[in-house]
Structure formats: structure tokens, C-alpha cells
């Protein structure tokens, strides 16, 4: 099997780096279609206006649904052609990226992508997450190629929510974890090959960066400035994990994570923060050293993300905890999921002992 890394054209990150699109967009083409939800729309669409006008592009501005769905896309995609947009600019978080991702692909038009938070690492990727109109995961829809450009403004992302930078947090942390699994079984990557050393080191960075870095930018975005460290966070969060899971591969993190989506109570959960609490039953599943589970123990509760059932919506005392535990973990090896690319063959039935015991761990961390 060949190795194979990927990555955007363009990748472009720094205070008001938003100011510039116009310039860059100008490159591709001259009349954009521009999605984002009503939230970014104050936040960003002013600023892209200004930008394009300044050098005589176009922009229609359109406002985004709440989900990734089939539907959405195609409305989206509607209204893309009855205006003879011949690009597609998203802005916003992971749902709205992916959307307009899927938009660019089925109208074969340019992409440039504006992420307003560093919640995930979908906005390098060359994929987008579909999800059911009803929130839960549906599958994953591959592109030949990423994004044409990506925009990271930190100015604009500083100021975002710290839950969704935290949540950005959660998500890369298991860059590294997934990527050595699947170098251990030699599984296909996203990028369709086996993962390179390139792409291995960027996601050992990406978890080394989070230890080092990860708290102290949280305190600088809780007061909403961006310093060194939280500009080294953005990069970490949306660069080295969005190269890093592409290119050397998911596992178990992800696939529990879409185990979760199956219950209601975990669907107000941000997606870093039920990958996050995934990342530790991997762990678990694969019978780490008790120095790494307590690393990894130690990050996440300092910083605030998951580490036990009750954390992401599972509660004490449901009569029914057992039977959805066991649902999410069959979720979690359906046909298909990444968990198969673990070094080992994985049953339900092991996933639903290292999510019990991961959520014992967390407990027992926390007294």
C-alpha cells in the first residue's frame, strides 16, 4: 500500500488575517457564495464584505441551517447554482465548514474555509462529517482534495467561547493516539494510504504542543486575548490534528465518539469534548501504561474536558444505563467505523468494559 499526506493549498493563520480573503479569493474566483449561521454572520460576514468588495468580487451571503445534513447541502447547493456563484467561502464551526465543503464538491467551485472557533479539525480536512437531520451520525463524504484555503483570523477566535476552544482541545488530543494505532495495524488512512513519518511527527506535535501550551492558553482565551500560546493552540487544534488524523488515521476515539451520538443526552455535547472522553477509552481498550492514562487524565480535567459517563450526559441511576452503554458500544463497531483499525480485533463487548472502566478512572481521578 503507497503512503500518502495531504493537506490545503493554502493554509494562512494570524491576528485579522480575515481582513485579507479578498486578496487570496481573488485568485480563485470572482463571485462567492458565503455561508455561515446567524451568529457569524455579525461576527465575520462584515469583514469578508469588505475584504471582497476591495477588489471587485461578488459575495451572496447565506445563512446556515443547524445541521450537516443531505438536505441542507442541497439547499445550499440550490441556491449556489441559481446565482451562478462560482466559489463557495465558509464561515463558522466544524458543521458549517463541512456543509460548505460538500457545496464546493458537488458544484466542482473553489473552497476557502473560515473557521470562527478552533473547536475541531475538520476545516483542513478533505472530508466532511454527514450527520441525520436528527442529529445523529450518518457517514463520512470523502473529497478528492482539501480545501483550497483555510482562514484562521486569531483575533476572532480568541474571542470565541472558551467551551468550543477547550472542545478544539479534545479533539486533536486524539491525533496522536489514533495515529499510532493505526501505524501499529498498518491501516488505510483517511488519505487513502498508509500513514507517512511526516504525518506521524505533526501528530506527536500536536499532542506535545496541547500538554505544553494547552492551559495556558485557555486562562489567555478566558480573557479573551490571544497570545504565543494560544496562537500555537489554534495551529495545534486545526493544522497538525486536522493533517495528522487525515494522514495517519483514525481508530477507536472517533468511532466511540459516533457510538455516542446515538443518545439523546449526549447530543448538547460538542464533539471534541465526546471524542475526548473516546480518546481515554481507547486508552483503556488498549491497555496503555498508567503513566499515559494519568497524562491523559491530568490534561483533560485541568482544562475542563470529559472524563466520566456523567460529563457527557450519562447519568447515575438510569435504569437503562447498562443497555445504552452497550448500544453505544455496538454503535461504535458497526461496519465500517474506524475502530477497526485498531491493532486487534475489537468486539462490543470490549468496548463496553473500557468505556465503564475509563469512566471508573475518571471518577476515581476526580476524588
Same mark, same amino acid.
Given at each position: ?190 488519505? /487513502?494510504?498508509? =500513514?507517512?513519518?511526516? $504525518?506521524?511527527?505533526? @501528530?506527536?506535535?500536536?499532542?506535545? &504542543?496541547? %500538554? *505544553? #501550551? ?29 493533517? /495528522?488524523?487525515? =494522514?495517519?488515521?483514525? $481508530?477507536?476515539?472517533? @468511532?466511540?465518539?459516533?457510538?455516542? &451520538?446515538? %443518545? *439523546? #443526552? ?49 447519568? *447515575? ?51
Amino acid at each position: 500500500m503507497l503512503q500518502i499526506i495531504q493537506s490545503p493549498s493554502k493554509y494562512i493563520q494570524g491576528p485579522n488575517a480575515l481582513k485579507e480573503i479578498g486578496h487570496y479569493a481573488k485568485l480563485l474566483s470572482d463571485h462567492y457564495l458565503v455561508i455561515a449561521d446567524d451568529i457569524v454572520m455579525k461576527i465575520a460576514a462584515p469583514i469578508i464584505e469588505e475584504s471582497l468588495k476591495k477588489v471587485s468580487i461578488e459575495g451572496l451571503f447565506e445563512r446556515f441551517g443547524s445541521e450537516c445534513s443531505k438536505k441542507e447541502i442541497q439547499r445550499l447547493g440550490d441556491v449556489l447554482k441559481a446565482n451562478n456563484c462560482r466559489g463557495v467561502i465558509g464561515a463558522g464551526g466544524g458543521k458549517t465548514l463541512d456543509t460548505a465543503k460538500a457545496v464546493a464538491y458537488y458544484h466542482k467551485v473553489p473552497v476557502l474555509i473560515v473557521p470562527t472557533i478552533a473547536s475541531n479539525d475538520a476545516p483542513t480536512s478533505a472530508l466532511s462529517v454527514i450527520y441525520k437531520e436528527t442529529g445523529e451520525f450518518d457517514e463520512y463524504l470523502m473529497f478528492p482534495t482539501n480545501p483550497d484555503m483555510v482562514f484562521m483570523d486569531t483575533t476572532i477566535i480568541a474571542k470565541a467561547p472558551v467551551r468550543l476552544f477547550v472542545a478544539g482541545m479534545g479533539d486533536a488530543l486524539s491525533t496522536y493516539f489514533e495515529g499510532r494505532a493505526c501505524s501499529l495495524s498498518r491501516a488505510q488512512t483517511m488519505a /487513502g494510504g498508509q =500513514s507517512t513519518l511526516a $504525518a506521524m511527527g505533526l @501528530a506527536r506535535l500536536c499532542y506535545d &504542543t496541547l %500538554l *505544553e #501550551e494547552g492551559y495556558k492558553a485557555k486562562l489567555a482565551v478566558e480573557n479573551g486575548v490571544a497570545t504565543i500560546a494560544v496562537n500555537r493552540i489554534v495551529e495545534a487544534n486545526t493544522y497538525l490534528s486536522g493533517i /495528522g488524523f487525515e =494522514s495517519s488515521g483514525l $481508530a477507536a476515539a472517533h @468511532a466511540i465518539h459516533n457510538g455516542f &451520538t446515538i %443518545l *439523546e #443526552e449526549c447530543h448538547h455535547m460538542y464533539h471534541g469534548e465526546k471524542v475526548a472522553f473516546g480518546t481515554l477509552t481507547q486508552l483503556v481498550l488498549e491497555n496503555a501504561p498508567k503513566e499515559e492514562l494519568e497524562t491523559v487524565l491530568e490534561f483533560c480535567d485541568r482544562i475542563g474536558l470529559p472524563i466520566t459517563l456523567a460529563q457527557i450526559g450519562v447519568k *447515575e441511576g438510569d435504569g437503562f444505563k447498562e443497555k445504552k452503554i452497550m448500544d453505544v458500544a455496538k454503535a461504535s463497531c458497526a461496519e465500517g467505523e474506524s475502530i477497526h483499525n485498531m491493532p486487534f480485533k475489537v468486539t462490543p463487548e470490549q468496548v463496553y468494559a473500557a468505556i465503564l472502566t475509563a469512566d471508573a478512572l475518571g471518577k476515581a481521578w476526580q476524588a
